[in-house]
């Protein structure tokens, strides 16, 4: 149905910036929100930051100045810019869709995760 596929995490030292990537594809009818969650080990999964369909943003309080989510409709793509990272940024990204598929009701779709590590 909803495939989504991450990509830009790695590793980088504090202070620096990545930029993840996540890009839809299957039968799709609407993608209405898309975000990105993170989670440790043995911790929660945590929302990092949401985007609307018509743009309007979300952000964890502790990602806010930092980073930026943006969306491109037409590709069916979501970004992550995320700038001064620091050591507790360190986590598996995760790229969500909120999206309606033929035969399916709306529900979230996930991706695989791309890790992000930041070094002191």
Do not use: H
């Not at 598996?92 to 598929?101: F, G, I, P, T």
């Amino acid at each position: 149905q909803v495939q989504l596929v991450e990509s830009g995490g790695g590793l980088v030292q504090a202070g620096g910036s990545l930029r993840l990537s996540c890009a839809a594809s299957g039968s799709i009818i609407s993608i209405y929100n898309m975000g990105w969650y993170r989670q440790a080990p043995g911790k929660q999964r945590e929302l990092v930051a949401t985007i609307t369909s018509g743009g309007s943003t979300n952000y964890a309080d502790s990602v806010k100045g930092r980073f930026a989510i943006s969306r491109d409709n037409a590709w069916k793509m979501v970004y992550l810019q995320m700038n001064s990272l620091k050591p507790e940024d360190t986590d598996v990204y995760y790229c969500y869709a909120d999206a309606l598929a033929p035969g399916a009701i709306r529900r979230d779709y996930w991706g695989q995760g791309t890790r992000v590590t930041v070094s002191s």
